[in-house]
């Protein structure tokens, strides 16, 4: 048995890190297979040929090993792309999925759909349940150009479904004829649009004590980080 796609796009991505690190061409497939063939000992055509259990891990081990990896800075980057993945659930949920709920029935049914059409491979090693937003991270995600043969970054899979799903929901909001403001009051959100903040100003310069409220509750003391033109 050889190598899965999710074990290739693995060990692509340790090979392009390789390369950065050491001002390799990670476009260089002839160079890389050397490499590969040296490091498995027996001559590969492609990396797809890499047995699945034994090859596999000993290519990943040595190219970790190279790589040198520092493992509290490893630490730190798993770290800080898991707190980008919390912050990026807990704004879908609590911004995007109150204001989709307006519009669409089974929000739910609906992001299922969404996360397993753009990562289908993944699907395939977890056939027996839908995927949820936990299934996904915030790590940058690696696509091979096909014209250049160069291995380019990609937004990490949270970063993309936060962007599709704002997309849809700017589409759902004009088609239901609502404005931002419409639907932020709708979903009972916090509104950030000109006008609100506008209010909330001109109430909170007239009375010297509605300022120090406006401050004290933690809603309206939110600082106001959505422009108006914002598609959520
Ligand atoms: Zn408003």
């Known amino acids: 048995m050889t190598v899965t796609a999710a074990q290739v796009k693995t060990i692509q991505i340790l090979w392009t890190r390789v390369c950065k690190d050491r001002g390799w061409k990670s476009s260089d497939k002839p160079f890389r297979l050397t490499q590969f063939s040296e490091i498995v000992g027996r001559p590969l055509t492609s990396t797809t040929e890499v047995g699945r259990i034994d090859e596999c891990t000993k290519l990943m ?9 520092d493992v509290k800075a490893a ?35 609906y992001m299922a759909a969404i996360m397993e059409d753009k990562n289908r491979w993944w699907k395939i090693d977890r056939p027996t349940r839908g995927m949820t937003l936990m299934d996904l991270d915030a790590k940058p995600t690696f696509r091979m150009d096909r014209r250049t043969g160069q291995t380019v970054e990609m937004p990490s899979q949270l970063s993309q479904m936060q962007f599709t799903l704002a997309a849809r929901l700017n589409t759902l909001r004009k088609e239901a004829g609502d404005t931002v403001h419409d639907m ?3 979903a009972r959100l916090n509104c950030t649009c000109a006008v ?8 909170s310069a007239a009375d010297p004590e509605l300022e120090t409220s406006a401050a004290a509750d933690p809603e309206l003391g939110l600082p106001v980080c959505v422009e108006n033109d914002t598609p959520f």
């Not at 081990?61 to 990896?69: I, P, S």
């Not at 980057?77 to 912050?87: F, H, K, P």
Request: net charge positive; hydrophobic share 40%; with cysteine.
């Open 196 to 203: 609100c903040r506008g209010i909330r100003n001109a109430l």
């Open 61 to 69: 081990k040595t190219l970790k090993a190279m790589l040198g990896v």
């Open 184 to 186: 932020r009051t709708k």
């Open 75 to 109: 630490r730190e980057s798993d770290d800080l792309t898991i707190n980008q993945a919390r912050v990026l659930r807990n704004q879908i949920l609590t911004e995007l999925v109150p204001c989709l709920e307006l519009y669409i029935g089974d929000v739910a049914g």
